[in-house]
């Protein structure tokens, strides 16, 4: 069967599908959550469009009390899984393109969600219809079960799991090609200052972020009983540190914003947090304790440091690589202090225990207290098993790449499955965009990987 023909054929229908899809503003939204919309609205919007597109395909849908649901097809006991997402993150600032548009330029089609996660569902829905369509017999059942809070903590799946089966084996399009055969643990991490407010704190407000999976691209502080000479330091440090910011003075008091550039927590090297810009620029402003002691642990412990070196949560080994630390939600009150709330990637063979002991006693020291507020542990298939292989087989015929599986920081669907990896979409050599402005899909990157996505299908599911 050639894939790419008939996926090539069906390419205006995939780039429409997925530019109703990205219309809908599936943002984790707790003002419209209620026990008929967990999530919100706009992602059970997105779960129904999907539920709903797939039923009139002849697909047999479930909705699993609007948590999640999936779209089947094929017979027999076993049950391949293909698990997505049509959450995604909010928006934030710097987008050129309309973030829920769907607007396709020179080849790519720009949007939130447009390559995590929205676009390789459609590619994989793509691939699950060209089967179907040419009536290919399957001795397994083929199932995509469609999430809608894969952003905010798999709540969905999680939940869905309580009343549907565990698939045999699956993956999930939700990251890079060839393959990710190891997910890092994704632990969660509150920093909060114990102490040491006094009455006039000169930080009055801080705040960045509003995930702790995002690099924070914008941080604001009110600030008071500072010098004039603020101003001028403060111009100095944007065109030292080549950022962007804005300080006004309103009745003695500074309100100050600073830019940087947002990017996925697993790998926050890729983005420029704003809070830790601001708070070094404030190291050098502020005295009072809480608030030097506040803006000191900022920049001591993630300035030029993604590992956690100072904290002494640092950790690499061969399988996975190094740990990663992204301070997403960072907040500073005059009368409660600090709270730094963070996403934690460590490797695969971490001793999670005895780093948190030895970090919490570290953090002591910094004036700060340590709680794991969520902990997933890490996921791993050996690459010489045979499901891993039948997918690298696939993926190589359609490419010239032979490279080896990958490990990554991000968390996927594939980790709640007993024998699940991540598989695609992202090319080698394309740029990740997930969680960024402007984020896109190149179009014709979408209808490859609906090729291999259908031949994957057939490999593992199809009648031998």
Known sequence: MDWIKLAESRKAELVSELQQLIQIESV????????????????????????????????????????????????????????????????????????????????????????????????????????????????????????????????????????????????????????????????????????????????????????????????????????????????????ENSTEGTLTNEDGRYIITMKGKAAHAMEPEKGRNAAVLLSKFLQNIVTTKASLEFVSFMVNTFDEDHYGSNVKLDYYDEMSGHTTLNPGVVLFHQKRGGHVQVSMRYSVSYPFEEKITEATQQAAAFGFALDVASNSAPHYVPEEDEFVQTLLNVYRKYTVDNSKPLSTGGGTYARTMKKGVAFGMLFPGEPDVAHQADEFVVVDNLVRAAAIYAEAIVELAGKK
């Not at 699993?64 to 999936?70: E, R």
């Not at 790519?108 to 929205?118: E, M, N, Q, T, V």
């Open 28 to 239: 984790l939204d707790p003002e419209t959550s209620s026990g008929n919309a967990p999530f919100g609205e706009g992602p059970l919007k997105a779960l129904q469009y999907m539920l709903t597109i797939g039923e009139q395909q002849g697909f047999t849908a479930k909705n699993i009390d609007n948590y999640a649901g999936h779209l089947e097809m094929g017979a027999g006991e076993e049950l391949l899984g293909i698990l997505c997402h049509v959450d995604v993150v909010p928006v934030g600032d710097s987008w050129t393109h309309p973030p829920f548009k769907g607007e396709v330029v020179d080849g790519k089609l720009y949007g939130r969600g447009a390559i995590d996660d929205k676009g390789p569902t459609m590619a994989a829905y793509l691939a699950m219809k060209m089967i179907k369509d040419a009536g290919i017999e399957l001795d397994k059942r083929v199932r995509m079960i469609i999430g809608t809070d894969e952003e905010s903590g798999f709540r969905c799946v999680d939940h869905y799991f309580t009343k549907e089966e565990m698939p045999t084996i699956g993956f999930a399009p939700d990251a890079d090609f060839p393959l990710i055969n190891a997910e890092k643990g994704i632990s969660i991490l509150d920093f909060s200052q114990k102490g040491n407010i006094v009455e006039d704190e000169q930080i009055i407000a801080f705040k960045a972020g509003v995930r702790s999976n995002m690099v924070p691209d914008t941080a604001n502080a009110i600030i008071q009983n500072v010098t004039p000479s603020i101003e001028e330091a403060f111009k100095a440090f944007l065109q």
